[in-house]
């Protein structure tokens, strides 16, 4: 191919193509990435020297960050003055997400061995353990959100990007039957509620999708409720968010960005880590957002680090 007859300041032509520091980055920035708000999250506290997979973000009650290690199934956490402690020991199950009840109790989602995944629910002190969704269910739980009753959805991590398995379930307050929402999803990831409960957000991993699904009640999906509002490209969406205005927040883990949504599902803005484009911090893999200050959030790399913007 030609090379265009007249050359910019700063930019190298390969074969015809604007070849720039935005394409040269181990994650080059999309048209999100150039039109829309950018900003950058700033390191907040270091976990351990040793490489972590860290998930499952949540404020407790007492403005505490709680999340886990993936391969241990540690709950640790965290408080205001960044003391770290651990809640609940390692142990065979595993974890992936969490979130916390009105009562004040932990429930603990994973997908355990990758072919037996659990709810369990502890006492703030990690005491208690309480199984919510058995094993024997056959359920992968990767994430889940409670609702203002009580109940809570969860996703379910099956299949792959050719078969659909996985998808979105709820479990009433009482901890009685299990309905499925959204099925036949390609790995269910991430699980987010919006303020007044009457839509959830789920992101579909496998096949680079974010749903809103609209519900006449908590176990019924509204007509034509259900929409794909954003098709994601490269690696891929994990945990999800919803702030108190709606705006959606879904780590990309691979790319070492959260985007940000509309109510609508339209992305309005993104929040990078720290040296993505040297291909460090990328697997952004969960995120929180500390109750009451709409504008600070605090997200997780699956190494020991978290960030904070």
Not at 292 to 306: K, Q, Y
């Amino acid at each position: 191919m030609k090379s265009p007859s007249v050359l910019l300041p700063g930019i190298n032509y390969m074969n015809g193509l604007n070849h720039n520091a935005l394409t040269c980055s181990a994650v080059p920035h999309t048209a999100l990435g150039a039109f829309s708000q950018t900003v950058e999250a700033q390191p907040y506290f270091n976990v351990s020297q040793a490489s972590l997979v860290l998930e499952g973000i949540v404020f407790d009650r007492n403005n505490n960050l709680l999340f886990v290690d993936v391969a241990t199934g540690r709950v640790f956490k965290l408080t205001p003055e960044r003391q770290l402690s651990i809640v609940l020991k390692e142990n065979s199950f595993g974890a992936s997400g969490l979130a916390v009840h009105k009562d004040g109790r932990i429930f603990i989602a994973s997908v355990g061995d990758m072919q037996r995944g659990s709810v369990r629910a502890i006492e703030p002190n990690g005491t208690r353990e309480q199984m919510i969704v058995a094993p024997d269910t056959g359920f992968l739980v990767n994430d889940l959100v409670f609702d203002n009753q009580g109940g809570f959805y969860f996703t379910d991590s099956r299949g792959n990007s050719a078969d659909p398995q996985g998808g979105v379930f709820y479990v009433s307050p009482n901890v009685g039957s299990i309905h499925a929402i959204l099925p036949g999803l390609a790995v269910g990831n991430g699980i987010a509620i919006d303020p007044g409960g009457s839509q959830i957000w789920a992101t579909e991993h496998a096949k680079n999708r974010l749903h809103r699904v609209r519900l006449s009640d908590a176990t019924t999906v509204a007509p034509f409720g259900s929409v794909v509002t954003y098709q994601f490209t490269g690696p891929a969406p994990d945990g999800a968010r919803v702030d108190s205005e709606g705006n959606v927040y879904v780590a990309i883990s691979g790319q070492g960005r959260v985007m940000v949504f509309n109510r609508n599902g339209l992305p309005i803005g993104q929040i990078v880590l720290p040296d993505r484009d040297k291909g460090r911090n990328l697997k952004s893999t969960s995120l929180a957002i500390r109750p009451g200050i709409a504008s600070c959030l605090l997200s997780l790399t699956a190494g020991p680090n978290l960030v904070e913007r």
